[in-house]
């Protein structure tokens, strides 16, 4: 039985419309004057922080604690100011599968294992009025490896819990093969969601238990065992 359910955010909960990526892009130019810094960086599945390492390093920024922080204050004001304009979204069926998990007999808890620092989550999942279900999970502060930030989700879930959850009572939902091999690392059920940049067929050669064309076509009660 699944007692821990740890979501992704970008393209798994939310479609921004590219907020994230046009946040990083005016953080560089505002607190560093590089225009046009992310061009050709690949996003998906990634950390904030391992982005923003490369960043500075393809542009000859000392990547330092200053810096780091320099960057992500920026961004997070930029990110905040962008959102209202970006005319993201929900994506299908999550509203319907949070209530369902919430509506289960013994209901899991509901955190997030995510490439976001936990402000830039914070002010995402809040614009889109769904931060308040998450009580726990990882993020891009803790670490810069998703397989990391999944091993420390799973520890304050388990905290959560009040006891050690075995890796089957744990589900991990995303929407790329990274996200299936953060899921894999700690030993937790994989549901991969076709609503990011992946197909349901590419995700289905990264084997996880379950792929769907979006949370609408999951049925609930099934992949958490009730």
């Known amino acids: 039985m699944v007692r821990l359910v740890l979501f992704d955010i970008d393209g798994t ?9 046009k946040a990083f892009e005016r953080a560089f130019a505002t607190q560093f004057k590089i225009p046009d810094a992310v061009q050709g960086v690949k996003f998906a599945g990634r950390t904030d922080t391992g982005i923003a390492r490369e960043l500075f ?5 000392a990547p330092t604690p200053e810096n780091f922080r320099l960057f992500f204050d920026c961004y997070t004001d930029w990110l905040a100011h962008i959102l209202p304009d970006c005319k993201g979204d929900l994506l299908p069926g999550v509203w319907q599968f949070i209530y369902h998990l919430q509506s289960l007999p013994d ?27 998450f009580t726990t999970g990882g993020f891009a502060d803790d670490h810069e490896d998703r397989n990391q930030i999944a091993a ?4 304050r879930g388990s905290r959560v819990a009040g006891v050690k959850l075995k ?12 996200d299936i091999e953060c899921g894999r690392a700690i030993g937790a059920k994989v549901l991969a969601v076709a609503t990011g940049g992946s197909t349901e067929e590419a995700l289905k050669s990264h084997r996880p238990d379950w792929t769907a064309p979006n949370l609408e076509r999951v049925n609930v009660r099934e992949i958490c065992g009730r």
Not at 57 to 61: D, F
Not at 167 to 178: A, C, F, S
């Open 13 to 21: 909960l939310i479609h921004t419309n590219g907020a994230g990526i």
């Open 57 to 61: 390093i393809r542009h000859g920024l």
């Open 152 to 155: 420390i989700a799973y520890q």
């Open 107 to 133: 209901p899991p808890i509901l955190g997030l294992l995510t490439g976001n620092i936990r402000l830039g989550a914070e002010i995402k999942l809040r614009h889109y009025s769904v931060w308040d279900f």
């Open 167 to 178: 890796g089957e009572e744990v589900l991990v939902i995303g929407d790329t093969p990274l």
